[in-house]
């Protein structure tokens, strides 16, 4: 579209100005007010910081028992994604080659998991996992978590192979190709982006998430990085500055993660929402 | 395989269970103890409350904003990127932000407004607004996905056909009315499914910023289950809550299999 009229241009300027203010204000006070002491902060949470001094992360690293959240985060998220991705992609492969006439009631199988609460599985699963001693065992966590991911895992899979030319397998069946073989030096090398870009949905999934999480990974010794910071900022009477320390800690990674990787995640989430 | 510990579960709706000793059988008396509770009344309230909410304006928002970054063709992606920081943060940083930094009374920048311009109240700490105030925090972080999904849609406009409408003379409006919006209709279709879904799953910013509170004032299905749960281990009673919330779910997964039944017969 060539626009040669100013003043729409400059109104979709502010009003885009308007929103980066609105989604940043929040991290800025957070950065700024990390670096000041409780009193600063009560005084005036828009003040700079006199200087910029570290202790407060120090004291935030210890009080939100970050060093045990910082390895239970990785675990649980590198176990989630490498399960989701591994049996998303096999589940992908037949559901994509062959010609599956019930495939109208796979779908709406997998939106009705997608569409059924977590709470109708959380409290027995709960109980069960209470029982077999499992409550704060990272890789049990995980189990549910890639779980819960798996069908939307599945369907961004499946579309992938789908743009995968069948004259391949085919070429691959002649040459005396076994299914497993065609899957595995065929379809998987060519699907490799949508997995990585399945990874990557997975991961931040699998790092912010709250309620699966929070109750099945209870105890000092289970909590990650966002349940250690969780347990800080609920306490009696938090040091604000130290809290917004904590904040910095458990978002840095994140932002930086996101940064790194933008064009996968934005391919991640617009991917199966938008045709094309 | 599937059914069984799917059947197991919803059998659990019409028990007693503590969650440890067996299970008792009640029949329908965990329905009808919840037909005669005016909080579950009121948390499927505030659930129809808080889709209607979450269909109209974050819906609204990030149309406008993805028409605009259209227009924005070189620091698109810059714009995006910064959209996205909200949605990419975990709840819980993002609930505690919030809370302490801009709502509360002694630490926060409303509590420093309150104290130096004027009297404002904690928006959380009253029936009337905390559960509007919950919403727009939510919203905060929710609206950018929807922008980054329907600018992505819009850039798959043919421009052929924006072309030849700038050629004949129409506006913005126009344009967008008449070529915009029905070629992205079909992502806004999706996206009205999953927010109405979600909305009626949504658990995290209610349960970390009030906990259902004040006075069951933002009260959602998933609290309340939450709540039967773990707070006073009426385990069955907290599955039948659920059972609510996936009729809820599954009458929008059933609107979107029938919208979108011609694309599914490939």
């Given at each position: 579209m060539i626009r040669t009229d100013p003043r729409p241009a400059l109104l979709a300027r502010l009003l885009l100005g308007l929103m980066v203010l609105v989604s940043l204000a929040p991290l800025l006070l957070v950065v700024i007010n990390a670096f000041k002491s409780h009193a600063d902060i009560v005084e005036n949470p828009l003040s700079l910081p006199h200087s910029l001094a570290w202790m407060n992360f120090k004291a935030a690293w210890t009080g939100g028992n970050f060093s045990v959240g910082v390895v239970n985060s990785v675990l649980l998220t590198g176990t989630t994604v490498?399960?989701?991705?591994?049996?998303?992609?096999?589940?992908?492969?037949?559901?994509?080659?062959?010609?599956?006439?019930?495939?109208?009631?796979?779908?709406?199988?997998?939106?009705?998991?997608?569409?059924?609460?977590?709470?109708?599985?959380?409290?027995?699963?709960?109980?069960?996992?209470?029982?077999?001693?499992?409550?704060g065992n990272v890789f049990a966590t995980a189990l549910i978590i890639a779980a819960i991911n798996l069908p939307l895992s599945i369907m961004l899979l499946r579309t992938y192979i789908l743009t995968i030319p069948t004259e391949l397998d085919d070429a691959a069946f002649i040459d005396g190709a076994s299914p497993?073989?065609?899957?595995?030096?065929?379809?998987?090398?060519?699907?490799?982006?949508?997995?990585?870009?399945?990874?990557?949905?997975?991961?931040?999934?699998?790092?912010?998430?709250?309620?699966?999480?929070?109750?099945?990974?209870?105890?000092?010794?289970?909590?990650?990085?966002?349940?250690?910071?969780?347990?800080?900022a609920g306490a009696m009477s938090p040091d604000l500055g130290i809290m917004?320390?904590?904040?910095?800690?458990?978002?840095?990674?994140?932002?930086?993660?996101?940064?790194f990787l933008q064009r996968l995640f934005i391919d991640g989430m617009t991917a199966g929402a938008v045709k094309g | 395989?599937?059914?069984?510990?799917?059947?197991?579960?919803?059998?659990?709706?019409?028990?007693?269970?503590?969650?440890?000793?067996?299970?008792?059988?009640?029949?329908?008396?965990?329905?009808?103890?919840?037909?005669?509770?005016?909080?579950?009344?009121r948390a499927?309230?505030?659930?129809?409350?808080?889709?209607?909410?979450?269909?109209?304006?974050?819906?609204?928002?990030?149309?406008?904003?993805?028409?605009?970054?259209?227009?924005?063709?070189?620091?698109?992606?810059?714009?995006?990127?910064?959209?996205?920081?909200?949605?990419?943060?975990?709840?819980?940083?993002?609930?505690?932000?919030?809370?302490n930094m801009i709502f509360d009374q002694r630490?926060?920048?409303?509590g420093y407004f309150s104290r130096h311009l004027l009297p404002l109240h904690d928006p959380l700490g009253h029936v009337s607004t905390a559960l509007y105030t919950v919403a727009s925090v939510d919203i905060w972080h929710f609206w950018g996905y929807l922008a980054v999904v329907f600018f992505a849609a819009m850039r798959q406009v043919p421009t052929e056909q924006l072309e030849a409408a700038y050629l004949e003379g129409?506006?913005?409006?126009?344009?967008?009315?008449?070529?915009?919006?029905?070629?992205?209709?079909?992502?806004?279709?999706?996206?009205?499914?999953?927010?109405?879904?979600?909305?009626?799953?949504?658990?995290?910013?209610?349960?970390?910023?009030?906990?259902?509170?004040?006075?069951?004032?933002?009260?959602?299905?998933?609290?309340?289950?939450?709540?039967?749960?773990?707070?006073?281990?009426e385990v069955g009673k907290a599955t039948a809550v659920a059972l609510f919330m996936s009729v809820f779910g599954l009458m929008a997964a059933y609107a979107y299999v029938w919208m979108s039944r011609e694309s599914l017969q490939q």
């Open positions: 490498l399960v989701t991705v591994a049996f998303g992609a096999l589940a992908a492969f037949p559901l994509a080659r062959r010609r599956i006439v019930i495939w109208k009631l796979v779908t709406l199988y997998f939106l009705c998991s997608v569409t059924v609460p977590i709470q109708l599985f959380l409290f027995p699963m709960y109980f069960l996992y209470a029982r077999l001693g499992l409550i497993w073989q065609t899957f595995r030096y065929v379809i998987l090398p060519l699907m490799k982006p949508g997995c990585v870009t399945v990874a990557v949905i997975v991961s931040l999934n699998t790092w912010n998430e709250f309620l699966i999480t929070s109750t099945f990974q209870q105890g000092d010794a289970g909590f990650t990085m966002t349940l250690g910071y969780h347990a800080m917004m320390a904590g904040a910095c800690i458990v978002i840095v990674p994140i932002i930086a993660f996101f940064l | 395989m599937i059914l069984v510990p799917a059947l197991l579960t919803v059998m659990l709706a019409f028990t007693d269970w503590d969650g440890v000793s067996m299970p008792v059988w009640l029949g329908l008396e965990n329905f009808r103890d919840l037909l005669n509770d005016i909080t579950f009344w499927i309230f505030n659930n129809v409350k808080w889709t209607i909410i979450f269909l109209t304006v974050p819906m609204a928002i990030a149309l406008v904003v993805a028409s605009l970054l259209l227009t924005r063709r070189r620091s698109q992606s810059v714009y995006q990127s910064i959209f996205l920081l909200p949605y990419i943060l975990s709840p819980i940083a993002n609930a505690s932000i919030w809370s630490s926060g920048v409303l129409a506006g913005g409006w126009q344009i967008f009315r008449h070529i915009t919006l029905p070629n992205i209709l079909p992502t806004i279709a999706l996206m009205f499914v999953m927010v109405t879904i979600f909305s009626f799953l949504t658990f995290d910013y209610v349960f970390l910023m009030t906990g259902g509170g004040p006075a069951h004032s933002t009260e959602l299905l998933s609290t309340l289950a939450y709540g039967f749960a773990f707070r006073s281990f």
